[in-house]
DNA sequence: ATAAAATGGGTATTATATGCCGTGGACTGG
DNA sequence: CCAGTCCACGGCATATAATACCCATTTTAT
């Protein structure tokens, strides 16, 4: 229920880190805020489908890659 | 953008009557409104992924599974 | 043909996702 | 020491997701 947001997150840190971004980065070229994307991988909301998807495709990854199994 | 509500619930549509469940079921089950569920499946609505979880956990498969790729 | 089940689709209210502003801390290079 | 980058974190306003009703229509089964 809840270690859901965080495990998104952490999916979504690692992958941001390792493509090179920097939140405020990823941010911009999402055309989102950049206090909202620190949100999103401390775990602290609960997004949707929509910006999962924006944020895989900035980000240049699949949607099912931040997608936890289980 | 758009389409990614409605690929996901035609995902979520398809694998529901696969496993024999009728939208009223699936709600019923998850606890939610059977109208909600039917809003999904049309992709009327932009869950977040705690819903996305829910529908999958109790439906009975991944997560990923529901999510359309690219 | 008729009843029952399943779904579509509307509306109104409440809860919350999201955007926008700021502050401060850790770290780095000049 | 100072300027710049990156990030954690919080408050507040607003757009929108979530929820709970309702009734009409289609589908299914008898």
Same mark, same amino acid.
């Given at each position: 229920?809840?270690?859901? @947001?965080? &495990?998104? =997150?952490?999916? #979504?840190? +690692?992958? &941001?880190?390792?493509? %090179?971004?920097?939140?405020?980065? #990823?941010?911009?070229?999402? %055309?989102?805020? &950049?206090?909202? $994307? =620190? @949100? !999103? /991988?401390? =775990? /602290? !909301?609960? #997004?949707?489908? /929509?910006?999962?998807? #924006?944020?895989? @495709? +900035?980000? %240049?990854?699949?949607? @099912?890659?931040? $997608?936890?199994?289980?």
């Amino acid at each position: 229920m809840c270690h859901i @947001k965080k &495990r998104f =997150g952490q999916n #979504l840190r +690692t992958i &941001r880190k390792s493509k %090179g971004f920097s939140q405020e980065h #990823l941010a911009y070229a999402a %055309g989102m805020d &950049r206090s909202y $994307v =620190g @949100k !999103v /991988e401390r =775990g /602290e !909301v609960n #997004l949707t489908i /929509e910006k999962l998807y #924006l944020l895989a @495709k +900035t980000i %240049g990854c699949s949607p @099912k890659d931040l $997608v936890p199994e289980d």
